[in-house]
């Protein structure tokens, strides 16, 4: 009997030490250390993410390796996040999983973080059986804190990158409008959390007039601090007694932003099939509309399980085993990459 492929994935481009088991495509563990020691700075500090990962990422393997009921020894191969992301922190993983594929004498897998997130629709659990997953070609509207672009995916490993933002990404507006109300970091659950609770209307933020399938979220930051610098100087108490309605009218301007685009782009490309991804895709009123969009236009929709919404090892496993299929194992000359690239 053939032997099963086992990956080991490993994540660490930001705040998150992640790693991950997987057994062919279905997930056998998933193991996360968030770091909570950025909150205070209201942002993630380098830096200490790069320690921080250091002091992770040993004790996260073994965990997910004990979670999966596994012995090193029966991993097939090690996926690592390549890029784009912190250079220091992905120096951690990148090492880690040199290191490792070197001691086991298996082969090496660089991911790219963001094929990784569109790819976690391919994770399959144990307990949900026939789970849909997309259909090539599709579109994925990718969102999170460094991210928002439009993806046309037309297979597992081929993927094209048809809009995506001029300046600041959608989960940074969040975070950073999050941060001019005193929320802490991340702020876009914050948001979300007292958006439910208030009136989307009450106040109107700048919408950008980009081409394309391109974004812009600056303008839309610059307008929520302006507004809010000009009504504390009338009341001081005006973020307090504004709170709620500022959120739901600062997150339904966000997904009317994302939502347009992803549209256009599907009706001009004509594809029926639209996923979301990245950790935006974590907010409730994006899901809903996203989700809306299958009885308007009669698309399917696929939105990720929350697990998997933000940065985790279990996208980086699944896009280790498409490409262990497909033989692109990696040199250990490979070195991590900061920036995105166009071509994913
Ligand atoms: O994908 P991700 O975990 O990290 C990056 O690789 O960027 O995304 C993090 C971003 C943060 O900006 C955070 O505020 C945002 O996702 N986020 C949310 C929600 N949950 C996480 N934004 C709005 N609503 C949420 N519920």
Not at 84 to 103: D, H, I, Y
Not at 174 to 201: Q, R, T, W
Request: charged share 20%; glycine share 6%.
């Amino acid at each position: 009997m053939n032997k099963p492929t086992i990956i080991l994935g490993i994540e660490s481009s930001c705040d998150d030490t992640s790693a991950s088991v997987i057994k062919e495509n279905v997930i056998i563990s998933n193991v996360i250390a968030s770091q909570k020691v950025h909150e205070k700075y209201g942002g993630v500090v380098p830096e200490l993410a790069s320690r921080a990962h250091q002091q992770n990422i040993i004790p996260v393997v073994d965990q997910a390796i004990k979670e999966a009921n596994i012995k090193k020894e029966d991993i097939t191969a090690i996926a690592y996040t390549r890029g784009p992301g912190l250079l220091g922190s992905l120096l951690v993983g990148t090492s880690f999983a040199k290191g490792f594929s070197q001691a086991l004498n298996i082969p090496l897998l660089e991911v790219n973080h963001l094929q990784g997130h569109i790819l976690a629709h391919f994770i399959k659990e144990e307990k949900i059986k026939d789970k849909p997953m997309p259909q090539f070609p599709f579109l994925c509207l990718l969102v999170s804190g460094g991210n928002s672009q439009i993806i046309l995916v037309k297979d597992y490993l081929k993927m094209e990158v048809i809009g995506q933002t001029i300046d600041d990404a959608a989960g940074e507006a969040f975070d950073k409008c999050a941060k001019v109300m005193g929320l802490s970091y991340p702020g876009g659950p914050h948001i979300d959390k007292l958006a439910k609770k208030g009136n989307s209307e009450k106040f109107k933020f700048s919408k950008p007039q980009i081409e394309n399938y391109n974004y812009s979220f600056s303008g839309l930051k610059t307008s929520f601090l302006y507004l809010v610098r000009d009504e504390v100087r009338k009341n001081s108490n005006f973020i307090e007694e504004n709170k709620e309605d500022l959120c739901a009218s600062l997150q339904k301007t966000v997904v009317d932003i994302l939502i347009k685009k992803i549209i256009k782009a599907a009706k001009e490309l004509n594809i029926q099939q639209v996923a979301l991804a990245g950790g935006v895709s974590a907010n409730s009123e994006l899901r809903k509309t996203f989700f809306n969009l299958s009885s308007k236009y009669g698309w399917k929709t696929y939105i990720p399980p929350f697990a998997f919404t933000t940065d985790n090892a279990a996208m980086i496993a699944i896009t280790g085993y498409y490409k262990y299929q497909k033989k692109e194992l990696s040199p250990l000359t490979d070195t991590p990459y900061s920036r995105v690239n166009n071509m994913l």
